[in-house]
């Protein structure tokens, strides 16, 4: 087609889609192409802007490594990473009413998980080298809708150490130290000891830096422990358990926190399951839902560690 007007350019672009074989693909590239479209129509987008974005998406691209992901973080403190995990997942209560909610244990992936988690036993410590940090244990059940235990299923852990920093980050933390792999029993249990992970400030050096910066945003997350449960049969689910008494746990810069996660990581000064902890320790409690689906695993957003210095970690705060 030969081009006279703006609108003959997307009509051109739509007509194109329809030789696709993928009716999905099709549905999908369809609305990308209306709303970027109109998004550009609607904003009246400068050709210095446009420039301007495509230099930011590929920014995107090229810091994203083996140890980090631009791209996955950049969808998180968008909302993008939450909007898709609660259309996705869940049964919405109090239809209709301001205060509906969607019940499900489910959250965002994030950028740190790893596929080759070390296979760990029960009761085993996810402390795999030197790591300083207060002692926590964590009691897991995962259950079906109608409060069955599910078990034989696979459940990845990951967590920062009590500096904010996950093992990938950390030249000083040893190969998947705070990460295992764990499998349900019989009452769909499991159950392991680590040290009590901090909240964090996500990296601010690249394009997701610059657009908190923009906006006068705090670059924190909350204290979490990750929950990666796999089985055939039921749908793959992703989750992130957040300590209820953050000082962030209102304002997650990845909008990830829902009642379904908050916890009380419970403080303990009497006696430990450990005859050699003396002093403070934590203890954990958490069920998991999971639901009939698909049970197919994710692409890691991360493969490796970083091998050069560690990051400085850098703090914004919130400007409003």
Request: with cysteine; hydrophobic share 35%; net charge negative.
């Amino acid at each position: 087609m030969i081009i006279k007007n703006p609108e003959d350019i997307t009509n051109s672009v739509l007509a194109e889609l329809e030789g696709a074989k993928d009716e999905r693909f099709k549905e999908i590239m369809r609305c990308a192409v209306k709303h970027l479209h109109a998004f550009v129509s609607e904003t009246k987008l400068t050709e210095s802007e446009y420039q301007r974005t495509c230099a930011v998406l590929a920014k995107l691209g090229q810091l994203t490594n083996e140890f980090h992901n631009e791209v996955v973080l950049a969808g998180g403190s968008l909302g993008l990473s939450a909007l898709v995990c609660l259309l996705n997942n869940g049964v919405k209560t109090n239809c209709g009413n301001e205060d509906a909610e969607f019940l499900t244990t489910a959250n965002m992936l994030g950028p740190f998980w790893r596929d080759d988690s070390p296979i760990s036993q029960n009761g085993e410590n996810l402390a795999r080298g030197e790591t300083k940090g207060e002692p926590i244990f964590v009691k897991a059940w995962v259950k079906d809708r109608s409060g069955h235990p599910v078990s034989d299923a696979r459940v990845d852990v990951w967590h920062t150490s009590a500096e904010g920093f996950y093992e990938n980050q950390d030249p000083s933390q040893v190969d998947m130290n705070l990460r295992g792999r764990f499998k349900t029993n019989a009452e769909g249990f499991i159950e392991f000891r680590s040290v009590k992970p901090a909240g964090y400030p996500i990296p601010v050096s690249g394009p997701v830096g610059d657009l908190l910066k923009m906006q006068g945003r705090h670059n924190m997350r909350p204290a979490h422990i990750h929950f990666l449960i796999h089985k055939e049969g039921f749908k793959t689910q992703f989750s992130q358990v957040y300590s209820s008494d953050d000082p962030n746990i209102d304002t997650d810069v990845q909008f990830g926190v829902t009642n379904s996660l908050l916890a009380n990581y419970l403080k303990h000064t009497s006696e430990s399951p450990d005859p050699n902890i003396k002093g403070t320790w934590y203890s954990l409690e958490h069920t998991f839902i999971v639901d009939p689906g698909q049970s197919a695993l994710p692409r890691p957003p991360i493969s490796g560690k970083s091998l050069g210095p560690l990051a400085e970690q850098v703090i914004l705060k919130a400007q409003r």
